[in-house]
């Protein structure tokens, strides 16, 4: 049977400026096995390498924007696996500018991909499909920031349904998977045995929400509502609100009351300012509006477990 | 008196696949206080930190090629250097290419710049001075490479003379310059000491040239002839000769015959492969050929003393 991870894992922390030992943004998604890049800034393949992961099994990249923190690191990323050999193809979904100067810099340096490089143009609208495959379904967010941003809802596909095992010896092992999808099982006798019966309700879908880099956006609430996971950015504190506000970034207060209207399960904060030495500020403003609420760090893997749901004994 | 410094500092000694611990091409230039950056790989501005460099010290930086392992990291250190606030302008000299890359990026993230960029192209003409100012001289290498690729030769500016202790009793203050530039001295009753009685010759001129990325050259020898130090790369070894030679590389073995045949105070490799996990081997076979070679390392500096001249006691 194929994993059911779902696992977001945090490869940068940092906002604009890296220092502090922070790097800027780039998560690492293992979906049922499949990886999935979300943002890449510079030193993401660096990243990876200490982290152990074999970039070539990356199939999907998504850049939410095209600030240096979150794309700087795609084209020698993009280059790294081309020299390793990498034949798979790769599909990278950011903004329409995206396409250009990452065609721009292939072709300065004279490379011809050995592998098929899709660049997808993505539009920053509020529940419109980017990407869809039997592990995951990707639907953007309209992020409110100084220039266009795209954030991204990752769903898990509906897993098939359990057999019941007190049932299991009434089911000829050719029908089990089509009871699995949920058909009703017909003896060759004519006897019926409803689905129902025979199996319980596949554990609820899980969500992750990303939402970097955005100001408070309460328009995002009903998009992101009730996921598992929100990563929302908490570039600031409260006590620079205005900051924020010019620059259209989150205080880390802004955050909380997004994930409280939306009812996500838990929220996570990064892309904090290099003014912050500790984020302990950050995540106690966060906390006093969202207890469930963690800082993000460095190359820390957050894994949302798979719930059973109730018929699920 | 200013400081006569002249170091060259590795940031990087990784071949276009970075692995090993091995950062991509970069290097930090110290002449008399002033501060270059010869080629820019992904991460250079966190090694930069790493090293304790304040980089908007940096005024010039030069891009040999735009292979990515030798320019990826500027636009990330062209970002920071305005989020930090630097007002000084920067020169950037590189291939012609390189404008449109950084400016296409800085339109696409909505960067209006602080500080004046200039951003000079450069083509590959032996010999032809590309920078000068009251430091250094700059000039340029036509290095054989896949695409078009620069090396840089780095000369110091000739010191003033020294005033010989024994006699500066005899030279009034306000002559003590005019005498250090080379003048005879002529004092109010007529009598005449010739320069060459009060000074002695200022020390040699120090040069260093950078050679990467390239196949063996012996046309460059000619314009590296007698520099006190040459950064030659060495991909491979000559039992990969063949590649070194379909990839327009060197082997560690050409890197010391072109020192040997320019007659180079000392030859420092770099751009090691990763598939050499010491460096031992490369070093070995350049030094059967070159003795005094070095295997550049990640953030160490390579002084290059001031020589005393022969009248110089």
Redesign the interface.
Known sequence: MASRRFDVQTLGTGA????RGRY?TSQLLNIHDSLFLVDCG??T??RL?EAGINFLRIGHIFISH????HY??L??LI??MH??GRVQPLHVFG?P??K??VD??LR???TYLRYPLHLWPVEPTNGAVIHEDTKVTVTALRLKH??PCTGFVFRESLALRGLRRDRSAVIPHFKRQAVKQGEDLVLPDGTVHSNASLTTAPPPVRSYAYCSDTAFEPELVPYIAGVDLLYHEATFTEMLATRAKETLHSTAAQAARIASMAGVGELLLGHFSSRYKHVNELLAEARAIFPATRASEEGQVYPIPERTGVENL
């Open positions: 604009a400026l890296p220092a800027p510079e030193g393949q660096e390498r095209l600030h240096g923190d700087l690191g084209q020698g280059s790294s020299l390793m903004p500018k995206l250009e100067i721009l810099q300065a340096s004279g100084r220039i």
